[in-house]
């Protein structure tokens, strides 16, 4: 399988999935809700297996439903986004499951329809007010953005570009520690894209300045939305050129070569490292 075959099959392609940014006059029987409640959404169980709310709207009445908002459609469903107010509780037949809590529970495609409500939740609630004049913004009916009435300044939904490096050496990778991650975890180095950099450009000054060493042939290799915080992930393989590991300290805590064999314990599978390093792992296992 061809590392694009994989990511196919690993991250959602959201094929059925349309966004619209009015609702239409009839939105059906029943719509497809993702509610948040403090950055959970909530999930009905039923018989073991999770599902997000689909409520006709008396059930949708009965939620203290705030800043509520039109998704697009999914298959045939209409989709809706909206979070409930923070000082209620949880209403009684839902469960309140965190994103990485949610992983394996629902579809992935659900999952990252997920993540992009949480991600314009945050944009909807830190753009009320005109970053240029202060009047109050208001929703654009035909694009996904915020407008004021008074200057005309247009808000889009940000996504802070960040990439995520696989280094290889021969039969070794590049695995580094930063004291942010759980005990003893590591994982491929990372780094935001600088205002005016191409992404080959932060790939080259995010390993200068992480391990200090020198990388050639930088391949595309595959992207993953992370809405903690709003980013982009752009994973690329890259291998070793020369220079010997110089760890910044303010960043990192350790960093290494490792072989398959002598792996730490490494990010889950929901992550874009993770599946730049199971890459790895099947291309070795592939060639002993
Ligand atoms: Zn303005």
Redesign the pocket.
């Given at each position: 399988m061809t590392s694009d075959a994989k990511l196919r099959k690993k991250s959602s392609l959201l094929d059925n999935f349309t966004p619209y940014y009015s609702p239409p006059h009839d939105t059906g029987e029943f719509s497809m809700w993702f509610i948040f409640y403090k950055n959970e959404l909530l999930i009905q169980e039923k018989q073991g297996s999770y599902h997000v709310p689909l409520l006709n709207i008396v059930e949708q009445d009965k939620l203290p439903l705030i800043n509520q908002f039109y998704l697009g459609q999914y298959d045939s469903i209409h989709c809706f986004g909206a979070e409930i107010n923070p000082i209620t509780s949880i209403p009684s037949g839902y469960q309140a499951l965190g994103l990485r809590q949610l992983f394996g529970l629902i579809s992935d495609d659900l999952l990252t329809l997920a993540g992009r409500v949480i991600h314009l939740l945050y944009w909807d609630s830190t753009t009320q007010f005109?970053?240029?004049?202060?009047?109050t913004?208001l929703l654009k009916t035909d694009e996904r953005a915020k407008e004021?009435p008074?200057?005309?300044?247009i808000n889009y939904p940000q996504l802070a570009p960040a990439v995520i490096i696989l280094i290889e050496k021969d039969n070794e990778i590049l695995l580094a520690r930063s004291p942010r991650f759980k005990p003893e975890m590591y994982s491929v180095i990372a780094g935001f894209v600088e205002p005016g950099e191409t992404l080959e450009q932060t790939v080259l000054r995010e390993i200068r300045e992480e391990v200090g060493i020198q990388v050639h042939n930088i391949q595309y290799f595959g992207s993953q939305h992370w809405p903690f915080p709003q980013s982009l992930m752009i994973a690329f393989t890259a291998q070793y050129l020369s220079g010997q590991i110089t760890i910044d300290h303010r960043e990192i805590e350790d960093a290494n070569w490792f072989t398959i064999e002598n792996f730490p314990p490494i990010p889950n599978k929901m992550s874009i490292s993770r599946w730049l390093i199971d890459w790895f792992i099947e291309k070795q296992t592939n060639k002993n």
């Open positions: 005109c970053g240029r004049c202060g009047h913004t004021c008074q200057c005309g300044l």
